[in-house]
């Protein structure tokens, strides 16, 4: 089974970077795909970023297009944030799900079997 553990939030000025992990261990994530949801105070879970297995399919949100960049490297996968804004303040989760059957990666929640514990994100002077 996998298990995920995400690595890397804080607090960062806005305009500011940062890169969150999330490594896997208990098994390999060459056939799975992962996704970054984040979830703020009050508000539900958005699926911000994914990769399929393959690497053939990503996706961004259109509120991050441009500023943050999805890449896997063996059994992590990275999330790369740019210019970022106080909006992008939220707790920030990795997810796993086997993807084979899938054509493009996806960012439902449910679509997902397995879930790090968050890494907090704050944006903020």
């Known amino acids: 089974q996998v298990q995920l553990v995400e690595s890397g939030g804080g607090l960062v000025q806005p305009g500011g970077s940062l890169r969150l992990s999330c490594a896997a261990s208990g098994g390999s994530l060459d056939y799975y795909g992962v996704a970054w949801f984040r979830q703020a105070p009050g508000k539900e879970r958005e699926g911000v970023s994914c990769?399929?297995?393959?690497?053939?399919s990503t996706y961004y949100a259109d509120s991050v297009k441009g500023r943050f960049t999805i890449s896997r490297d063996k059994n992590t996968v990275y999330l790369r944030m740019n210019d970022l804004k106080p909006e992008d303040t939220a707790v920030y989760y990795c997810?796993?799900?086997?993807?084979?059957?899938?054509?493009?990666?996806?960012?439902?929640?449910?679509?997902?079997?397995?879930w790090g514990q968050g890494t907090q994100v704050t944006v903020s002077s």
């Open positions: 990769t399929h297995s393959s690497g053939s």
């Open positions: 997810a796993a799900v086997s993807d084979l059957s899938w054509y493009n990666c996806k960012v439902k929640p449910y679509e997902y079997d397995y």
